[in-house]
């Protein structure tokens, strides 16, 4: 089953010369995460877009589950997707955290009655609940990428979509919000799609999607992408450690299985070599 799907996608934007996409066929499967990467201007912001219904194809059909996404089924399409974006300043609505997350549920027309517990569940489950009557600037930008998916959580969406929404992040911060996701992950059964030029995050997810000129050019395990080395380098994503390290092994004439390895599993691979 498919929770997003994409069929034959053109999209070209008013005084646009060319179409950013061409004939784009993509498929999200549900419970999954997959992480759609590529160069600067090569779309991604663009698909995010048309599933969302804020851009509209000028060829193709996008569905959510089994829901075509077309003006008059917006309402439900936004119950089925929440977006966290890249700026963590731009997510705030709400003058205290719980606020914030109440916007949502507000504008989905959620019974007051239901709305407090739906709130602090949410802002439990991102580890936040302690700061309910916080204001957003007293929080870091982790913080509030996090109360942004609370407010996402609260709305119970089949599909989360982050578009590089850790990139303005400090390290621990993006450490944060990662482990975040893959804990929600396992205990939900959502559906992530990620945008991300930060081959560590590349690595969390189950599938890669790689976009370039509009097109899809390559999709396949996480693994199977990320030990292409010259793709990698094709479309500008710096080669993850454990695979520079690789590489340099079998440059030294060292045979190294042909897979995706993180530095924890090349370490452990060189010991079990040297026993
Ligand atoms: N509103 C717009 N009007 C015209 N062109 C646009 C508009 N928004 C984006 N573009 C162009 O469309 C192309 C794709 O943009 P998009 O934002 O989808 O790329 P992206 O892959 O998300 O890039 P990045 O990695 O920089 O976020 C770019 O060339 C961009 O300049
Ligand atoms: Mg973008």
């Known amino acids: 089953m ?4 994409l069929k034959d996608i053109q999209f070209q934007y008013p005084n646009a010369e060319s179409p950013i996409l061409d004939g784009v066929d993509l498929s999200f499967p549900a419970g999954k995460w997959t992480a759609l990467i590529g160069r600067n201007g090569s ?10 219904g804020l851009l509209v194809p000028q060829h193709g059909q996008i569905t959510i589950g089994s829901l075509p996404v077309t003006e008059e089924n917006l309402t439900k399409v936004h119950q089925q997707v929440g977006i966290v974006f890249q700026n ?12 914030d ?16 517990s739906r709130i602090q569940q949410a802002l ?8 309910t009557t916080s204001e957003p600037a007293m929080l870091s930008g982790g913080q509030k990428q996090r109360v942004a998916i609370a407010g996402i959580l609260a709305l119970r969406p089949q599909v989360i979509i982050l578009d590089e929404a850790t990139s303005m992040l400090d390290p621990a911060g ?22 991300t030029h930060d081959p560590n995050e590349m690595a969390i997810a189950d599938r890669l999607v790689v976009l370039e000129s ?8 996480t693994a199977e992408v990320l030990q292409d080395v010259p793709l990698l ?16 092994l079998v440059e030294r004439g060292i045979s190294v299985p042909l897979r995706y390895f993180t530095v924890k599993e090349m370490v452990e691979w060189l010991s079990q070599q040297l026993k």
């Open 88 to 99: 963590p300043d731009n997510q705030f609505v709400g003058a205290t955290v719980a606020d």
């Open 124 to 131: 439990a489950e991102v580890g936040m609940e302690a700061l």
């Open 233 to 248: 380098q094709k479309i500008g994503v710096g080669v993850p450690a454990g695979q520079a390290l690789r590489q340099q």
């Open 174 to 195: 993006r450490q944060l919000v990662l482990s975040l996701l893959q804990r929600l992950r396992t205990r939900r059964q959502f559906t992530i799609i990620s945008i």
């Open 101 to 116: 997350v109440a916007f949502g549920l507000e504008n989905r027309q959620v019974p007051r009655e239901k709305m407090h």
């Open 214 to 221: 509009g097109k899809i050019i390559r999709q396949g395990s």
């Open 2 to 5: 498919d929770a997003v799907t």
């Open 43 to 52: 779309g991604k912001s663009t698909i995010v877009r048309l599933i969302d």
